[in-house]
C-alpha cells in the first residue's frame, strides 16, 4: 500500500473521533449491583450467560478429557484496547496524547500561533483540526511521534500518562481500564492461555505503558506502527523514529499482523467494534472450540453508551454477525458489577 493511501487510513481514524455527534443517542442506564465480592473467577462480572459462557469455555477447553481439549500451546487470546479494555470516549486516549503534546511543544515553536492545524489545536479549536483533513491530521501525528528515538518517545508518553487528566472523569487515563477484563485476562492467563494486544492505537505508545496494567509483556503487544531505522551512532545504536506509516493494525491488519507476529490464530478474541470484526472472523475460523467475545457500551451512567451509529468504537456490522453467529456480546450495563478499578469497595 502507498504511503499516501496508509496516511489516509490512519488519517481518518483521527478525523472520526474528532467528529463525535455530542447528541448521539445514549442508551438508558440500567441499575445493577456495585458491591462486589472479590472471591472466585470474574468477581466483578455479575452471575448470569455471558459470565456463565467465559467459565465453561475455559473448563471445557482445559480439560484433557474434553473433546475440546485446546494443548496449552495453542492457547491464543487476542484482545483489542480502544473500547475493550479501557476507554475510548470522547477521543481515542492516544489522540489526547497528540494533542497535549502540540501543546507543550508550542513553548519552542512560537510560530505555530499563526500556522495550521497547530494554531486550532492550540485554540481547542476540533472543528479547524478535523476540516485540516489527512495532510492536517498527519501533520500532527508525524510532528508528536516522528523525530526521535524510540527510547525518547517512550519517555515522553510515559511522562504524560503520569500526569495528564482525563477531560470528563478526572482521573489518570490509566485509572480508566475496565476491572472486568483485567480479571478475564488474569483468569485466561492462569488456565495458561497466552494474552495479546492486538490494537489500531500505536504499538510504542502502548509498550511505554500498558505492560503493568494489563500484565502482558511488550513483546505481546500489537499495534500500528511508524517507519523507524537503525543508527549505529558511533557505537551508541539506537532506533529512529521517522515521518511515515509502516503498518496500520486495524481492520483487516489485524488477523494479518496476527499471522505475521503470533503465526497462529486465536483460540479466544475480544473486541469492541467493526474494526475488530476481521480478528474475531478469524478467530471464528480456527478449528479449535474458539470464544468471541463483544464488549457492547450500554451504559451511559457509569461510561457511555453507544454502537450503530457512532463516530468512535462502531459496532454495527460485528454486533450483527456475534447475534448471527451466536458470539458473546457482553451488556456493560448488566453484566459488569463496575467498570473501573476504583469503583471497588473495600
Known amino acids: 500500500m502507498r504511503k499516501n493511501s496508509i496516511l489516509l487510513i490512519i488519517s481518518v481514524l483521527f478525523l472520526t473521533i474528532a467528529c463525535k455527534n455530542e447528541n448521539e443517542k445514549q442508551t438508558e442506564p440500567i441499575a445493577v449491583e456495585t458491591e ?25 477447553v482445559t480439560n484433557s478429557e474434553s473433546n475440546n481439549f485446546i494443548p496449552i500451546s495453542e492457547r491464543i487470546s487476542t484482545f483489542d484496547n480502544d473500547g475493550n479494555l479501557w476507554s475510548e470516549q470522547p477521543i481515542y486516549f492516544q489522540l489526547s496524547f497528540v494533542l ?25 479549536d476540533m472543528e479547524t483540526v478535523m476540516k485540516s483533513g489527512m495532510k492536517g491530521i498527519g501533520q500532527l501525528l508525524m510532528t508528536t511521534h516522528a523525530g526521535n528515538t524510540t527510547e525518547e518517545f517512550d519517555a515522553l508518553v510515559k511522562d504524560w500518562i503520569s500526569t495528564a487528566k482525563h477531560p470528563t472523569k478526572n482521573v ?51 499495534g500500528s ?91 454495527d456490522k460485528g454486533l450483527d454477525q456475534a447475534n448471527k453467529d451466536g458470539w458473546t456480546v457482553i451488556d456493560m450495563a448488566k453484566d459488569w458489577k463496575v467498570i473501573y478499578p476504583f469503583e471497588l469497595t473495600d
Do not use: C
Not at 477484563?181 to 500498558?210: P, W
Open 36 to 60: 462486589v465480592t472479590l472471591t472466585g473467577p470474574l468477581p466483578s462480572w455479575n452471575e448470569g450467560k455471558t459470565k456463565s459462557a467465559i467459565l465453561d469455555y475455559v473448563q471445557d
Open 100 to 124: 497535549d503534546r502540540i501543546k507543550e511543544m508550542a513553548k519552542e515553536h512560537p510560530e505555530w500561533k499563526n500556522e495550521q492545524p497547530f494554531k486550532a489545536v492550540l485554540e481547542n
Open 172 to 222: 489518570g487515563y490509566d485509572e480508566l481500564v475496565y476491572q472486568p477484563m483485567l480479571e478475564l485476562l488474569a483468569y485466561l492467563r492462569a488456565n495458561d492461555f497466552k494474552t495479546y494486544i492486538v490494537s489500531g492505537g500505536g504499538v510504542d505508545f502502548m509498550r511505554a505503558f500498558v505492560s503493568p496494567v494489563y500484565g502482558i509483556p511488550s513483546e505481546q503487544i500489537i
Open 225 to 315: 506502527r511508524i517507519t523507524t531505522e537503525f543508527d549505529y551512532n558511533d557505537g551508541n545504536p539506537r532506533i529512529l523514529r521517522t515521518p511515515g506509516i509502516d503498518f496500520v493494525d486495524d481492520k483487516d491488519g489485524k488477523p494479518l499482523n496476527i499471522q505475521k507476529i503470533i503465526g497462529k490464530k486465536p483460540v479466544f478474541s475480544s473486541g469492541n467494534s467493526d474494526g475488530d470484526l476481521p480478528m474475531m472472523q478469524w478467530a471464528a475460523s480456527n478449528t479449535h472450540k474458539s470464544f468471541m467475545l463483544y464488549v457492547h457500551h450500554t451504559d451511559a451512567a457509569r461510561e457511555w453508551a453507544y454502537d450503530r451509529d457512532s463516530h468512535i468504537g462502531k459496532l
